[in-house]
């Protein structure tokens, strides 16, 4: 296919991503057709995917509004994906003017649209970088110059942690990043998981091996095995939950079905 003007040269555009299929899930115009396809295969198993997208981004908005209430001005965002409406500088500046927001990502498209976005904001990065390198993420430039680790910062985990494999050990990555900061400080993740689906297991493991086709394998994780990334936190009301009902603002009865696949949880550092 022919390269689009905003694809970076460095990408191969025959390979799907999966920052580029989240954001078709979302409406977004930044993916190829190799996205859409792998998009399509995985909406034939569960075709509810673009809601379960829609509902993390909607629990985002809702914890960053949360840690902006808390006195939180300091954001650091891995596996941010490409930039949408209500990022997460945006949500944390109606309540936190100037608030720093630091975006980690390892898709080029990703990281270049963000710098495209954030162009002139002083307050704001992009880092391409890969979580399970928390060292190069905290000690990369964009960090070191708007995030004081010496003050709480909200660390953000949002649809990532379900695309790192056990053997790669994302309990450590998690736990090392969480040594880095200060008292106060809040986890914000949500986690893929089959309960909660509105589907047989056997049907939704016909979106999953999508994903484990296309060499980004989607991690289906228990509750309670979600819950040890929460590993010296204080889980904040009302805890890990679906995302819907994490303190939300519609009533959750009115929510997909769709909407309640996997969980979401705010820990606070003591």
């Known amino acids: 296919m022919e390269r689009p003007a905003w694809a970076p040269r460095s990408i191969d555009i025959s390979v799907p991503s999966v920052s580029r299929i989240y954001d078709y899930y979302l409406g977004g115009s930044h993916n190829f057709d190799v996205d859409r396809e792998a998009a399509r295969k995985a ?13 993390n981004r909607a629990f985002m908005r809702r914890a960053v509004r949360y840690a902006a209430d808390a006195g939180i001005t300091q954001f650091l965002d891995i596996g ?8 997460v500088h945006e949500v944390a500046r109606e309540v936190r003017p100037g608030a720093r927001v630091v975006y980690v990502d390892h898709d080029p498209v990703a990281v270049a649209h963000s710098q495209v976005v954030l ?33 709480p910062v909200a660390l953000l985990l949002v649809a990532i942690l379900h695309f790192v494999e056990d053997r790669d050990d994302p309990y450590s990555a998690v736990a ?12 914000v993740l949500t ?25 980004n394998p989607l991690v289906m994780r228990s509750r309670d095995e979600i819950a040890r990334f929460f590993e010296g936190y204080e889980m904040m009301e009302p805890g890990l939950v679906p995302m819907p009902h994490w ?20 820990g606070r550092t003591s």
């Open 43 to 55: 909406m034939e198993f569960m075709p509810g995917l673009p809601k379960i997208m829609q509902a």
């Open 119 to 151: 162009e002139g904001d002083l307050d704001a990065d992009v880092v391409a970088a890969d979580l399970l390198k928390p060292r190069d993420i905290l000690a990369s430039g964009p960090v070191e110059q708007l995030i004081d680790l010496e003050r």
């Open 247 to 266: 303190r939300p603002e519609t009533a959750p009865e009115d929510e997909d079905p769709y909407a309640f696949s996997g969980f979401a949880g705010v």
């Open 80 to 87: 941010s994906g490409i930039p949408t409406f209500g990022n």
């Open 176 to 187: 090392e990043l969480t040594a880095a900061l200060a008292p106060g400080s809040l986890l």
């Open 191 to 215: 986690h893929a998981s089959y309960e909660g689906i509105p589907l047989p297991p056997g049907r939704a493991e016909g979106a999953v091996d999508v994903y484990k086709d296309i060499r």
